[in-house]
């Protein structure tokens, strides 16, 4: 560090003052030059302001304020965006605690320390290791996000070349009427039937009309950021998808599609859903190189006993099934084992980047659902998805928007 | 072009729009025009017969693919002339006109369908 560099920014909340002044001493040793530029609360509310208005490279807090506690300071200042807090945060506690500590680290504390053993090195190891901590967790989410957005731009990237096709064909029936137009008038100006204008004009309109269709649907793909999750009709969300899919796949897979009766409300963010359908189809497609069927059903299912069903691992409860079948190769277990994994993938370098399925099994988790694998080779391969059922109140909330 | 002398074109494409509006150009320009709605029933048609002069094909499509459809035209009827269109996208990357030549198609045009230019090709190809 040279001299100029600015001292790392540390944020101290407690609201005793000898407490406050015994963490700065620790820090800054009187007599030495100060190694820290140390910020002061005397209670969770400033704590919070500061926090939320400054950058600091760490913050000790006292889990016993006098307006709040430790946990909902930490529930304040959580950025649910990225899944961690503004800055480290090492909490402070009393001794024999540890109910307390565990809470803290729950909520998003890196490390904590028990007041009544303090010493230089105990805060210095804390902040180290609390900043360590951190900057690992953020380094993990930059990469998830990355990840997502690769995967993101690989669906767009599938779905692209079908769109490109489906539009030249419309643009060329536009075309067709407009030369058609152009040679009746020109060789025939002063005859000029406008029965047979009007229905060129028609057919131009209403092709134009599914161009239109075509871009705002993958319009919704390209979005870079994914929206909120909210209330959806899970069979709604797979027509949608499926309006983009036809193209790609219809060359050589039939598409069936089961939906059940009912609806089935969801809490989901549906781009992300979309983009696990996608994902699975052109995985199906790929696994059935000379053709074959996709079948996509929904149901509705309601777990009592998970270990009865089979179905060990999923909570009880009311669940939205999805599942997508192919007639494909279908995997032998080693591979199965292996396809939730970032960049694991069977397939050539530019088909394949293996990001398909560890983001649909991370859409999935987000979701607070489960994913299910069956597949033998020569038999094909199913893919189930469960989400929880959303409680009907709030399908009605959303539907009332 | 005087009856009688008309040239016969076999059309295939499985977009029926496209098909249609195709269809009804080309035999404003003067041409016998027969269609299929696939590769299967264009084949069908081709060897039942009578002959067309020239078969346009799209090469995307259900099925037999448009570049299948050449390799057979050319093998069974090596008379027949042979026009691929295509819009570019597909499962595979890469360049279906050019397979399209390689496979023996005597001329490709690229989609949207320049229709003044398929005019200038069918003109080309029935002389
Ligand atoms: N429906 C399926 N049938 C057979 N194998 C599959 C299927 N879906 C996925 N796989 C296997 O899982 C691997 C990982 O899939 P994915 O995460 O989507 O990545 P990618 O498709 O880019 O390889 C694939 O390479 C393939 O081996
Ligand atoms: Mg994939």
């Known amino acids: ?401 | 072009m005087a009856g009688g002398t008309k040239k016969r074109i076999l059309i295939i494409d499985d977009d029926d729009l496209v098909l249609q509006i195709i269809c009804e150009v080309v035999e404003s320009f003067g041409y016998d025009v027969t269609s299929a709605p696939d590769g299967e029933s264009g084949l069908e048609m081709l060897a039942k017969g009578p002959l067309p002069d020239i078969v346009v094909t799209d090469i995307i499509m259900p099925g037999l693919s448009g570049l299948e459809v050449i390799a057979d035209v050319k093998r069974k009827f090596p008379g027949v002339r042979i026009v691929a269109m295509s819009g570019g996208g597909g499962s595979k990357a890469g360049d279906n006109l050019a397979t399209a030549q390689e496979l023996g198609a005597d001329a490709t045009l690229a989609k949207p369908v320049d229709f003044p230019g398929l005019l200038d090709i069918l003109k080309d190809l029935s002389r």
């Not at chain 1, 028990?114 to 190891?125: F, M």
């Not at chain 1, 047979?196 to 649907?217: F, H, N, P």
């Not at chain 1, 489960?370 to 059922?389: C, Q």
């Open chain 1, 1 to 401: 560090m040279t001299d100029k560099a600015p001292l790392p920014e540390i944020l101290i909340i407690d609201d005793n003052d000898v407490d406050r002044e015994g963490i700065r001493r620790y820090l800054n040793p009187p007599g030495t030059r100060p190694a820290f530029a140390v910020t002061e609360a005397d209670c969770g509310k400033d704590g919070i302001d500061l926090v939320l208005s400054r950058r600091f490279d760490c913050v000790f807090v006292d889990y016993r304020l006098h307006d709040m506690d430790g946990v909902q300071f930490l529930r304040d200042i959580y950025d649910p965006r990225s899944g961690l807090s503004p800055a480290p945060v090492v909490m402070l506690t009393g001794e024999g605690n540890e109910t307390v500590m565990l809470e803290a680290l729950r909520f998003g504390a890196q490390d904590y320390l028990i007041k009544g053993n303090l010493s230089a090195d105990a805060v210095n190891i804390a902040l180290k290791k609390a900043c360590e901590l951190f900057e690992l967790k953020a380094g993990q989410r930059r990469a998830e996000e990355q990840l997502h957005h690769m995967q993101r731009m690989e669906a767009v990237g599938q779905l692209t070349a079908g769109i490109a096709h489906d539009f030249n064909n419309l643009l060329t029936v536009v075309l067709g009427n407009l030369y058609q137009l152009q040679q009746r008038i020109s060789s025939n100006p002063d005859k000029i039937d406008p029965q047979y204008v009007l229905k060129k004009v028609e057919t131009m309109e209403s092709v134009a009309r599914s161009g239109a269709d075509l871009v705002r649907r993958l319009m919704v793909f390209t979005r870079q950021r994914s929206l909120e999750q909210e209330v959806v009709d899970l069979n709604e969300c797979i027509a949608d998808t499926l309006e983009l899919l036809r193209r790609p796949l219809g060359e050589t897979v039939e598409i069936e599609v089961r939906a059940a009766q009912e609806s089935l409300p969801v809490a989901i963010d549906a781009v992300e859903f979309g983009n696990a359908l996608i994902n699975m189809a052109i995985n199906a497609r790929d696994a059935m190189p000379r053709g074959g069927k996709l079948t996509i059903s929904t149901q509705k299912l309601t777990v009592d006993d998970p270990y009865a069903t089979g179905l060990a691992g999923v909570a009880a409860g009311s669940y939205a099934v999805v599942a997508v079948t192919d007639t494909g190769t279908g995997m032998a277990p080693d591979v199965a084992a292996r396809i939730f994994e970032p960049f694991f993938t069977t397939k050539g370098p530019g088909e394949g980047t293996g990001l398909g399925l560890a983001m649909a099994y991370g859409f999935v988790k987000q979701s607070r659902g489960y994913i299910t694998v069956d597949s033998s080779p020569g038999r094909g391969t199913t893919f189930r998805i469960y989400l929880p059922v959303a409680p009907s109140e709030a399908t009605a909330a959303a539907q009332g928007n």
